[in-house]
């Protein structure tokens, strides 16, 4: 299988991404990319969006991105940081991840999650991720 | 008001925590304690519970335990790390956090989410998160 | 070679540890314990003990406790994530390192740092660390 | 002050920088460059620079990007979460650290750590970085 068809695979197969709506809409060697359309359930006690639904996006995007570099081989994640920056308030989540070192065991990747604010799209949060590369399974 | 309530109105009145079915179970001053019954909503493509539902529940819980300390005031969260130590596969989380620190500013707290495994309750992953202190809201 | 003999060797041969004064005051299997004196180098700016000091001795000691979990094989330090709660102005810093979590390939372990303050000992950083396996070197 | 100077005051008054040899080489708006001579005593029992120095010298520029930042205000750091890619076994390690997002009481950066090895500069290391906005002292 190619690269993008095991990448989708991530995504379609995982029903916690489909549950909460986030789709991937790219990806290549290195790098995925997924979108959110949020809605009054992704959001917490301020109205904003749960960082949950943000760490969630960006660590299945960052995942997606380490299983484009990882062959015929699966990941899982070991770890991740994510810094919020400001609250999400918009209505549409894009993600961009891509991965910073690709070794035979682990991938480092990072993800970015930007909210298209009324006044443009503004970079939310920000994700480190570590991911073991395991047996296909 | 009272701290228990303060803290309850956060689970309460966060969407997604209530979409996801997490509920608080236990507060105190610099504690809470939350659990959530696994459906397979919530797992991911090899039959896991879903690292981001890990990481929603054990920060919503860390900011539980973060706003029985701080106050009048509200928090939000900063960033958070998060580890997986090994698949969650059973049909109920728990999660326990506690404040490690607590200044005016910033609130730093840590989370450890176990999962009821077929060999007994097992750490399936730990969170440290900074959160602000902000004005009530 | 027995855990103890493994760890201590960790701390004798690496040249910045000894440098810097830290020194190895305990081990057993899934932890380690350290001890270093302050001295006037190892403060920043405004005459605190450098974040860097802080990180530095947690991180090894972490790497000890890891090295003493790992039988024949050896460790090297994948990632890291530490929190600083107020700052050290002591003279003495002790540091306590326990794994929590030994896989084949990934060893998890945290380590706290305090400083004897005038108010007595506090804890002024928690690091967590994430360890590779290796093969010996 | 200028942004150049308070900065560069950051790296010239911090005794353990000095002492380790890390010196600050740029710095604009939002950005911070710094370099190091590698000698034995930086090496940890692989013969590799300890994660404890690139994590030094990650933290430091990352705190001379936000100090860029803070006006006329201090930093300080918080937490900061270190990747490490792969050995460093150079004999020159360079950094570059840039402002993700300045707040008014939160500022977080983020480093790379350069090292030229036989096959050229490589990324050894990224840093993200939390510093809080203080008082001037």
């Known amino acids: 299988m190619n690269v ?16 909460l709506g986030v789709t991937i809409t790219g990806v290549g060697e290195g790098w995925c990319e997924s979108e959110l359309q949020v809605s009054d359930r992704h959001r917490q006690q301020h109205g904003y969006v ?10 299945h995007t960052a995942g997606g991105a380490a299983r484009s570099a990882s062959g015929a081989k699966d990941v ?4 991740f940081k994510i810094n919020f920056f400001r609250p999400a308030t918009g209505d549409r989540l894009r993600c961009r991840a891509q991965v910073l070192r690709a070794g035979k065991t682990i991938i480092v990747a990072e993800a970015d999650v930007f909210s298209n604010e009324k006044t443009g799209e503004k970079l939310v949060a920000k994700l480190t991720e570590t991911c073991a590369v395991i047996n296909q399974q």
Request: aromatic share 6%; hydrophobic share 55%.
């Open 76 to 79: 899982i994640t070991v770890e």
């Open 4 to 19: 993008a068809v095991n990448v989708r695979s991530i995504f379609e197969k995982a029903n916690f991404i489909r549950d």
């Open 50 to 59: 749960h960082a949950g639904v943000l760490a969630t996006m960006a660590d």
